[in-house]
């Protein structure tokens, strides 16, 4: 018998405990029931003591309780009897919550009873629930997020890298999570880093954390990119992690260079096309006055000779002016409606007459009329410009090809930089097979006075007129060209509704539907923008698509097992493997391989210079939906 002190120091214990205590006996029947247990099963106590336990358990606890508590007495087996574990209870109400039960076992009066303790975890439930919840809801912003998140530790460790992430860095994640973050950068971020980092965690001195600043990332494939870095600190277990958020600047600076080059384009235009108007001016007195001394200067032919010679040097100085007002957009135009096909023919005796003897022409006309909207005597001076361009860009002889066609145009047919207006264009191409251009001169090819002839040999007006001219118009101009492979430039003008009625009716019952397909197709294209565009154009028509940057790689991928239904590649590449070489080698892996060639230089040219078999499947850029969906289904359909 127990002191009554110490009886009363228990039931002070038992009734004032938080947890639930509650006294079986060997048959299950309950003995106490303390306050805890009375607010977790409703309950009073009188109304559950000397009533079996099986009345504050749910199934399938309940029906398996009287064969446990015989099994134990017969065998001794334990299944929670000091051990514990997390079962259900059953309150008043029917209703059951989670609880945390251990059950000990004594004697009394030589039998055993057993004390169970009980520990509510609605609450630790809810908020591991809630947890799980924050925790889905953020991993779910963070999978969809726009913007690239990464963690780091103290250390520069990649602790997380989310979608975002891998589709700017070109990585997936699991080949990130762990490595220093010091792999997402070009030097001299790189072999600054670990510095910054020391400093930082020794003096504290910021330099982007918590400011944010523009820096340079790199990708999987060695290439950078311009991007926005805001990094926060936080503290995990005592030890500083760093969020850094990833916005890619890329658009945003394309933009920004395509506002640039308008803006210098049109402070240019504004320049010339007023010096142009000052100077047509003086230019009228000049000639005025020259030709009234030439008449009074008959009788005395040394002095009229320099006479003419005015009239001569202004009107050479006239036809620049009239150069620099057709990049300005301010010349008088007088549209109507042209025959291309037409012109082209007329202009193929001209343009003999005016070329060098070892420069060959072809001229290659639309199978259907194509009717421009424009001033036909400056697109035949534009014309003429561009192969005069062409000519001296061949200085050893070559050929020069002018083709007529038409073409749908939208705004995404030249890329953001580009604003022209979507529709239906008359397209006329001058192409040669001479020294082409490269990237640093196709960026300024357009500019007034920008050439690169030898002094004295060029004034650099003519692609600027062309350019104006086209721009006036309301159409556009392109350039295509690879150094040492030639150029294509293209006009593009407006239809002349009226006349081109019946075609267009027929083009849009064609166009009206853009056949798509599920089949595999393997793009092969160098140019990253280009790339992209056919990427999405193909996905969108339900087409499985795989890529590659130029030959090699995509030879790569087919002797790795990569066997798509059409091989898509451009036919100029960098990289040493041609698109026709890739062809034969991708044929020779898998016969069965239907093959569509992409270009912007003409059928003609690549033909010529061997670099396009005559019978291949060819679409020229730049290329629309519509086109792109019946080319693919078609080769996809009837071979190549």
Do not use: W
């Not at 228990?10 to 607010?39: H, K, S, W």
């Not at 699991?174 to 400093?199: C, F, T, W």
């Not at 066609?405 to 001058?430: L, N």
């Amino acid at each position: 018998m127990k002191p009554v002190n110490e009886q009363t120091r228990l039931r002070a214990v038992v009734e004032t405990a938080v947890d639930g205590v509650i006294l079986i006996d060997a048959q299950g029947v309950i003995l106490m029931f303390n306050p805890a247990c009375e607010r977790l099963f409703g309950y009073a106590s009188f109304e559950v003591i000397g009533r079996n336990v099986k009345m504050l358990m749910p199934e399938p606890y309940q029906g398996e309780h009287d064969g446990y508590l015989s099994n134990y007495r017969e065998t001794g087996e334990r299944k929670i009897i000091g051990i514990g574990r997390e079962v259900l209870g059953r309150k008043r109400s029917g209703a059951t919550f989670p609880m945390d039960l251990s059950v000990g076992e004594a004697e009394e009066d030589g039998k055993p009873i057993f004390v169970g303790v009980i520990r509510d975890l609605t609450d630790r439930r809810r908020a591991e629930q809630a947890l799980r919840e924050g925790t889905a809801r953020l991993q779910a912003m963070l999978d969809t997020a726009v913007d690239g998140v990464i963690l780091i530790d103290a250390r520069g460790q990649v602790l997380m890298f989310n979608p975002a992430c891998e589709r700017l860095f070109g990585y997936h994640a699991g080949e990130i999570v762990g490595q220093n973050v010091k792999k997402l950068m070009p030097d001299p971020y790189r072999s600054e880093h670990d510095g910054y980092i020391s400093a930082y965690r020794k003096t504290g001195e910021r330099k982007i954390i918590g400011i944010g600043r523009e820096v340079q990332g790199r990708r999987r494939d060695g290439s950078t990119f311009p991007m926005e870095l805001s990094v926060g600190e936080a503290k995990q277990e005592g030890e500083s992690i760093f969020v850094g958020i990833i916005h890619d600047l890329t658009s945003r600076k394309r933009t920004e260079e395509q506002l640039a080059q308008a803006q210098k384009m049109e402070m240019v235009g504004q320049l010339s096309g007023g010096i142009a108007h000052d100077f047509n001016n003086l230019l009228t007195v000049i000639l005025g006055n020259a030709e009234a001394l030439g008449l009074r200067l008959k009788a005395r032919d040394d002095l009229r000779g320099l006479a003419d010679a005015i009239v001569d040097s202004a009107e050479r100085g006239a036809e620049l002016t009239r150069r620099l007002l057709a990049f300005s957009r301010r010349q008088i135009l007088a549209a109507s409606t042209i025959d291309c096909n037409a012109m082209v023919k007329s202009m193929e005796v001209l343009m003999t007459r005016s070329l060098r003897g070892d420069i060959a022409l072809q001229a290659t006309l639309s199978p259907t009329p194509v009717y421009a909207l424009a001033d036909g005597a400056q697109l035949e001076n534009a014309i003429l410009n561009l192969a005069l361009n062409a000519q001296d860009a061949m200085p050893d002889g070559g050929v020069i090809v002018l083709s007529v066609s038409d073409a749908e145009i939208d705004q995404e047919t030249f890329g953001p930089r580009v604003e022209v207006k979507a529709g239906h264009y008359a397209v006329i191409c001058v192409t040669d097979d001479g020294v082409g251009m490269a990237r640093e001169t196709l960026e300024r090819a357009f500019e007034p006075f920008f050439t690169t002839k030898e002094v004295g040999k060029g004034s650099g007006l003519g692609l600027s007129m062309v350019y104006g001219f086209a721009r006036q118009s309301g159409g556009h101009v392109s350039i295509y060209s690879e150094p040492g492979l030639g150029t294509s430039v293209r006009i593009y003008l407006p239809i002349a509704e009226q006349a081109a009625a019946s075609a267009a009716a027929a083009r849009i019952l064609s166009t009206q539907s853009s056949p798509g397909g599920d089949e595999s197709i393997f793009i092969v294209e160098d140019d990253p923008f280009v790339r992209a565009h056919a990427i999405s154009s193909l996905e969108s028509l339900g087409y499985r698509v795989t890529v590659a940057s130029d030959g090699r790689e995509a030879l790569a991928a087919l002797r790795a097992g990569v066997r798509p239904a059409l091989l898509f590649t451009d036919v100029v590449m960098p990289g040493g493997v041609s698109g026709l070489e890739l062809a034969a080698q991708a044929r020779a892996l898998q016969p069965d391989l239907r093959v569509l060639f992409t270009s912007g230089y003409p059928r003609e040219v690549l033909t010529g210079r061997g670099q396009l078999d005559p019978g291949s499947d060819l679409l020229n850029k730049p290329y629309r939906l519509a086109d792109l969906a019946r080319h693919v289904r078609a080769a996809l359909d009837g071979g190549s």
